[in-house]
């Protein structure tokens, strides 16, 4: 089952400019939609809708950071026929309009982030535990966010960055609730990928859902791996929240 799901992945990435139904999806994997769907599930822990979505949206900020095309252009480019439909989807997954995205560095990010009552995030619960890279490893630096999905959408609610291999984390102010650690590594030594200075995701882990409670502490342990085609795409803008230092951007592709 996993070749099948990899066979779609591939489909998804090559075709994701068409229109693409479940029906077309469960096709390429030679199973009933319904089978399929449990499938893929299983194997990248989204639905094949909301992949087929992730990999249309990180094309979509790629071309927003890396060409002056129109946004309406870049909407029909990466698949979706309504500028509305693409503006809401993007907006609601990265927490930015395009346009604000395009302008990245001239936005107070730290305004952008989950949208929760002040008394909320200052009281919340916290988050604490190890992160574990590979032994043979180089040196690199962690970046780790806390989202409400499996996919990375809108800004992290709590976020730091790590510079040592194996090294323990809190983050605090968590709002009380069910969430996903997530966390990508570089290599510093390797040059941007584009002029927006993103770098690409060597090493990357996943943790949740966990249930968050006000005034206590959970404790988890993330193990970073290589990215396999399954992994959801990944355009990870950390801004310069307490705690998480400059703004970064992470590509895992």
């Known amino acids: 089952m996993q070749h099948a799901v990899e066979r779609v992945v591939a489909y998804l990435y090559d075709q994701y400019d068409q229109p693409i139904s479940l029906a077309d999806m469960a096709d390429v994997a030679i199973l009933s939609q319904f089978h399929f769907a449990r499938t893929f599930r299983?194997?990248?822990?989204?639905?094949?809708?909301?992949?087929?979505?992730?990999?249309?949206?990180?094309?979509?900020?790629?071309?927003?950071?890396?060409?002056?095309?129109?946004?309406?252009d870049i909407s029909y480019m990466v698949g979706y026929n309504s500028l509305g439909t693409?503006?809401?989807?993007?907006?609601?997954?990265?927490?930015?309009?395009?346009?604000?995205?395009?302008?990245?560095?001239?936005?107070?990010?730290?305004?952008?982030?989950?949208?929760?009552?002040?008394?909320?995030?200052?009281?919340?619960?916290?988050?604490?535990?190890?992160?574990?890279?590979?032994?043979?490893?180089?040196?690199?630096?962690?970046?780790?966010?806390?989202?409400?999905?499996?996919?990375?959408?809108r800004m992290p609610v709590a976020c730091a960055i790590l510079d040592n291999g194996r090294e323990a984390f809190e983050l605090e102010h968590v709002p009380e609730g069910e969430w996903y650690l997530l966390a990508a590594a570089v290599d510093v030594r390797d040059s941007p990928v584009n002029h927006n200075g993103s770098r690409v995701a060597r090493l990357i882990g996943r943790a949740g859902p966990m249930k968050v409670v006000n005034g206590r502490q959970t404790s988890l342990s993330v193990e970073l791996r290589t990215p396999r085609s399954t992994d959801p795409p990944m355009l990870l803008a950390i801004p310069g929240l307490h705690g998480c230092g400059a703004h970064s951007v992470v590509t895992v592709a």
């Open 86 to 153: 693409f503006t809401s989807r993007f907006t609601k997954s990265v927490g930015l309009t395009p346009m604000q995205f395009r302008r990245l560095a001239d936005v107070d990010l730290s305004r952008a982030g989950y949208d929760s009552p002040a008394e909320l995030r200052l009281a919340g619960g916290s988050l604490a535990g190890w992160v574990t890279v590979p032994e043979d490893s180089p040196a690199m630096r962690i970046y780790l966010g806390v989202f409400d999905s499996p996919i990375v959408q």
């Open 42 to 72: 299983e194997v990248t822990g989204v639905s094949p809708g909301r992949f087929l979505s992730a990999i249309r949206l990180h094309h979509a900020k790629g071309l927003l950071v890396g060409t002056s095309l129109t946004v309406t």
